[in-house]
């Protein structure tokens, strides 16, 4: 939905707006001017929040000068003389002497306080002001002799977004966004030392990060909620549903730290992931163009909009009544659609079942067609002053670190004490130097473990090469080799020899077919098991056909190594889900793997793909692709490992065998707990309770919520071992008189029923029914006649 006219509700200054050298200490007067520079481009707004005062023209000038003083300055350094350009790079040019460690050409104590990118043009032979070096500047570049003008530029332009990321580290509060900039001026300043693109690897991903995006379904919203409109008003609400992604596009998201009590824990992990990945793809490459940028709404979708919209949604709601009147007439009912579009969309997003959110769910073409063609005919430069903007623009116009938009509500409320919950940071260093002591001296342990994983000794025979993991098929497009197709041949025999009851040509067809893949387990040159899975990139899921190890060589770990390989295979190629129907036998081993018989996926997204078995159950794991299967298990056993030694180190230092409390003796009733002597050494802290109101009938409004924990509630009555008189209706065979006496039944299995019918829509109901149980049983097997 880019392109055409749309209104711009975001007037956020940009940060990252400095002109100056931050990173080199020579360049004093360069970095004053960048915080001057900074602060001009901050404006009045500085709370971060999204309204906007009268002021809000000269704040929205500001950014735009803002974003033209970083690309004025770099066109400076672009036009500078080859000299100084030269000077430039070799501040942050590795010293070429043999054996000399010094990253960058510091300038000589006589002219530390001039700037190369103004009149200051050092000779050639002038010597290094690092008392580790003393090596003359040419010596600083002398592997850039053959460099083009092009590639100078490049390495000059990704020196002023790092001398600008470091300006803005040093502004920001939030620790979680300074690591980020941190990382990010790490990582420029390896570019440069290296002369390589700036390439952004790791744990974060590569976006997009959601399918479908916020963008298409958005556009699904307008067609699926407005399709009914006549053409006017249907562009109206595609102006709304465009207006709403720019002002997406441009926002601010707050820290994580900031929505720490905001959100439930499970929320805000992945708010602190997307936060993260907003801030490297989206944010700052607005200001640090080294960097390639991506656009919000087009790399995230339904989970970071969540989290989000409730006070996003506000602050676009105060934007249109503070701005209603720099609208131009023929956008004023942009402002009024706007909460209906709003509504509408939080409902989609709290519906599970929602088409929109469905990556499979698309407009018809001649609807996307005729949105093309209006937008087409509509785009027309803004006009001046009069508040309206294309968004089509790769560039954001708020930069820098994001500012905080509302007050912390819960500061006031915790206990100081909760702040000082985090082991200091030497502690964990000293437990972990521990741990890492305790493998390399205990010589016994080594050679004799005792409590070893299975998953250890499977990795420690694929580091030797005793054991390879490899991804083999079939193909009729491009010759296979043999040696895959011997693979190919024994793992239809490990198929077909650990799963008898299925017929070997229908093992030979899989195994063999184009489709299908199949990971295989390799040792000593023949494969001993192997998992023959087909992908199903389009839909987001992977199929589990076949599983299975040769019965000499199970109980070993090899399964579950085998499973972390695919799900590792599966990550790298944007697969996030596994499915597979598993038989009884299979059931345990997929449950140890991650697999569950809650299904998350929408049915419209596997039915039809998936091959269905009788008397097997479909099986489900979801992804997370932030981590590696083939070292989470090392992980978790690392932590605990360091856990345990943080423990016994606290027992040692808290460890003392105190005097018994004589004061009861003496006729005191109750002493406060505090009072205990040794209590507070340990770390008790006294619970600060809120006082207790009444409990609300419904404590959440969501139904899935209240669906889940009367779940819960009635599994766990069911399992109880005096539960069996209640699990089913009574029948007149079994008592003939209890219709008589007993006018409302009540059981478990009937409130099972209606439970998945939706009948609970309130905490109330629940509890009656459950009561009724109990008072049916109390009042039938009561002694008194009835």
């Known amino acids: 939905m880019s392109g055409g006219p749309s209104v711009t509700l975001k007037s956020q200054p940009i940060d990252g707006s400095n002109s100056g050298n931050a990173a080199a200490q020579q360049q004093q007067q360069s970095a004053n001017g960048a915080a ?35 690309q004025q300055r770099k066109q400076k350094v672009f036009n500078l003389p080859l000299p100084q350009k030269v000077a430039k790079l070799s501040m942050y040019s590795a010293c070429q002497a043999e054996g000399c460690r010094c990253t960058g050409w510091k ?41 083009t003008s092009s590639s100078m530029d490049e390495l000059l332009g990704a020196i002023i977004d790092m001398e600008n990321l470091f300006m803005s ?84 998201f707050e820290s994580p730290s900031t929505r720490r009590g905001e959100l439930a824990h499970e929320d805000a992990s992945n708010y602190k992931i997307n936060y993260t990945r907003w801030l490297v793809f989206c944010h700052v490459p607005a200001f640090c163009n080294s960097l390639r940028q991506f656009e919000t709404s087009l790399v995230f979708g339904r989970t970071l909009l969540r989290t989000v919209f409730q006070y996003m949604s506000q602050q676009l709601k105060k934007k249109c009544i503070s701005e209603r009147d720099r609208f131009p007439e023929d956008k004023r009912s942009i402002i009024t659609q706007m909460p209906k579009f709003l509504e509408a969309l939080r409902a989609e997003l709290l519906k599970d079942d929602s088409p929109i959110w469905d990556p499979n769910y698309r407009p018809p073409n001649s ?71 305790s493998k390399t001296t205990n010589k016994s342990e080594i050679l004799f473990p005792v409590n070893v994983s299975r998953d250890e000794n499977v990795k420690a025979e694929e580091q030797k090469r005793a054991i390879e993991f490899h991804v083999v098929g079939n193909s009729l497009t491009k010759p296979v080799d043999k040696q895959t197709i011997l693979w190919l041949f024994g793992l239809q025999l490990v198929f077909a020899y650990q799963l008898p009851e299925m017929p070997r040509e229908y093992i030979s067809q899989l195994v063999f077919d184009t489709k299908h893949k199949t990971l295989a ?52 190629r944007g697969i996030k889900h596994l499915l597979t129907f598993a038989d009884c036998d299979a059931i345990g081993y997929f449950k140890k793997q991650g697999f569950s018989k809650d299904i998350k996926l929408a049915r419209p997204v596997y039915a039809g793909y998936i091959k269905e078995y009788d008397s097997a159950t479909l099986m489900h794991c979801e992804l997370h692709p932030t981590i590696v299967n083939t070292q989470f298990i090392a992980v978790i056993r690392n932590q605990s490992e360091i856990l345990k030694e943080l423990i016994a180190q606290r027992h040692n230092e808290v460890q003392k065998v105190r005097a018994g409390l004589t004061c009861f003796k003496e006729g005191v009733r109750s002493i406060p707990v505090e009072s205990i002597p040794g209590l507070m050494e340990i770390g008790w802290k006294p619970q600060m309770r809120p006082a207790r109101s009444a409990r609300p009938l419904e404590e959440s409004s969501d139904p899935e919520k209240l669906a889940t924990s009367f779940a819960s509630v009635l599994q766990s ?70």
């Open 36 to 70: 001057s520079s900074a602060n001009q481009g901050q404006g009045s707004n500085t709370n971060g929040s999204a309204g906007v005062s009268g002021g809000a023209p000269a704040q929205e000038g500001t950014r735009q000068n803002s974003l033209q003083r970083i």
């Open 107 to 147: 300038t000589p104590q006589e002219n530390r306080h001039r700037d190369v990118e103004s009149s200051y043009c050092p000779e050639f032979n002038e010597e290094c002001r690092n008392s580790s070096c003393r090596h003359s500047l040419r010596t600083h570049i002398a592997h850039l002799d053959n460099i």
């Open 169 to 252: 580290m040093q502004r920001v509060e939030d620790e979680d966004t300074k690591k980020v900039y941190l990382y990010l001026f790490r990582l420029l300043r390896q570019c440069v030392l290296t002369r390589q693109q700036a390439v952004i690897r790791g744990p974060l991903g590569d976006p997009p990060f959601e399918s479908p995006c916020i963008t298409k379904a958005v556009l699904s919203l307008v067609f699926y909620k407005y399709q009914h409109l006549n053409p006017t008003e249907l562009q109206t609400m595609t102006e709304v549903a465009k207006t709403f992604l720019n002002f997406l596009n441009h926002y601010n």
């Open 367 to 437: 609807f996307v067609i005729q949105q093309r063609k209006r937008n087409q005919e509509a785009a027309a430069p803004p006009a001046p002053g009069g508040g309206a903007a294309a968004i089509g623009s790769n560039k954001r116009s708020s930069v820098g670190e994001p500012l905080h938009k509302r007050p912390k509500k819960e500061t006031l409320e915790r206990p100081i004490s909760e702040n000082l919950d985090d082991l200091p940071t030497d502690v964990v260093m000293r437990a972990m130097k521990s741990v890492s002591e």
């Open 521 to 572: 387990l390799i040792k000593e040159s023949q494969p001993i098991g192997g998992i023959c899975f087909r992908p199903f990139p389009s839909q987001g899921f992977t199929e589990i056909v076949f599983c299975a190890v040769t019965m000499a060589e199970q109980v070993k770990g090899y399964g579950t190594h085998l499973m972390n390989h695919l799900k590792d295979y599966s990550i790298q």
């Open 717 to 786: 009555v069911r399992q109880h071992t005096t539960a069996w008189p209640f699990l089913r209706p009574v029948t007149a065979a079994e008592v003939p008189d209890y219709y008589d006496h007993i006018k409302y039944p009540m059981d478990l299995k009937t409130m099972g029923e209606r439970l998945k019918k939706g009948y609970y829509q309130t905490r109330r109901l629940f509890m009656a029914d459950m009561a009724r149980i109990f008072s049916n049983c109390r009042f039938y097997n009561s002694p008194e006649p009835k």
